[in-house]
């Protein structure tokens, strides 16, 4: 029997409503609107259409949004003062520096230089610490929407073993520590680690977070498993000169033995943006020290 598809938009798009219906409410009690700013430092194609996502679901959300842009051989410094200027600015909750930044800026500096509290990608130092001590804080927006459809497809997984294939800082320390708060038993695996396919076939939840095209095999899942792709690669096309999109588990073969899998586009992606305008209301909230909304 064929996997069940996890729908990523389906799911994001309820988050995003219940999101716009919490900022109605702050509006209309406590004259508070949420803002986020995004800063967008080069011309990287990509990355333009990435901030202008997040601006259009900004403002479909209720919220305020503003974009700052600089040119590519912007200095580090200048970037830094652009980030203290936000740090500063009552109306900004939010702050998220579009990444990768030019060579000539250190990615850590800027992270470091974010508002704790108003770093809604949920990197700064002071946040992960929280998130291990298992204190609240702004958490990373993928993990978080990674966790999410978890739950939304399992209930709740006290008990589940969660295996999840990569180490960065980015996806795969943070969502081995938001399973570990749902009380998972986790696993965190790498491509050093000795029989990975054994591994991932002991996982009752595999988070796939490696950046490799298609590495996760359908032998690798463990039958009724639920699947979470995380990566995002461009692979040749079946026409000449086309790409498509793939994740990092070869999806028809796992779809084979899974009990649920997310799709690649259409599964986690989605949640990002979503997860991204939950972190911006509760930063505002917090700011403004009134209790936070539940969405």
């Not at 009690?29 to 990509?46: C, F, I, M, R, S």
């Not at 990373?140 to 295996?163: E, F, M, N, R, Y």
């Not at 695996?189 to 095999?217: F, N, P, W, Y």
């Amino acid at each position: 029997m064929a996997a069940v598809r996890i729908d990523g938009k389906a799911i994001a798009a309820q988050l995003r409503q219940r999101i716009g219906a919490a900022v109605t409410t702050l509006k209309q009690q406590h004259n508070l609107t949420p803002g986020l700013a995004v800063v967008l430092v080069g011309e990287d194609a990509a990355s333009q259409v990435y901030v202008r996502n997040k601006g259009i679901a900004t403002k479909e959300a209720g919220m305020r949004s503003l974009e700052f842009r600089m040119p590519a051989d912007t200095a580090q410094e200048d970037l830094l003062a652009q980030v203290e200027a936000l740090n500063n600015d009552p109306e900004v909750h939010g702050i998220l520096v579009q990444f990768p930044v030019p060579d000539q800026i250190s990615q850590q500096a800027v992270i470091d230089t974010i508002s704790p509290d108003k770093d809604v990608d949920g990197l700064h130092p002071q946040n992960a610490g929280r998130l291990v001590s298992g204190l609240p804080a702004l958490t990373p927006c993928t993990p978080t929407g990674s966790v999410i459809l978890a739950k939304q497809t399992l209930g709740d997984l006290t008990g589940k073993h969660a295996v999840v294939i990569g180490r960065s800082n980015l996806v795969g320390k943070p969502v081995a520590q938001l399973l570990l708060n749902e009380n998972c038993t986790v696993t965190i695996a790498h491509s050093r680690t000795k029989d990975l396919a054994a591994e991932c076939r002991r996982a009752d939840i595999l988070i796939a977070a490696v950046g490799i095209a298609e590495m996760v095999q359908g032998a690798w899942v463990k039958p009724g498993a639920c699947v979470i792709d995380v990566g995002i690669n461009r692979v040749p096309g079946a026409e000449a000169g086309k790409t498509r999109l793939v994740g990092d588990v070869d999806f028809a073969a796992a779809s084979a033995h899974a009990g649920h899998i997310t799709p690649v586009p259409g599964g986690v992606g989605p949640m990002t943006i979503a997860c991204l305008l939950r972190n911006t209301l509760m930063a505002a909230c917090r700011q403004a020290g009134l209790a936070e909304i539940d969405v």
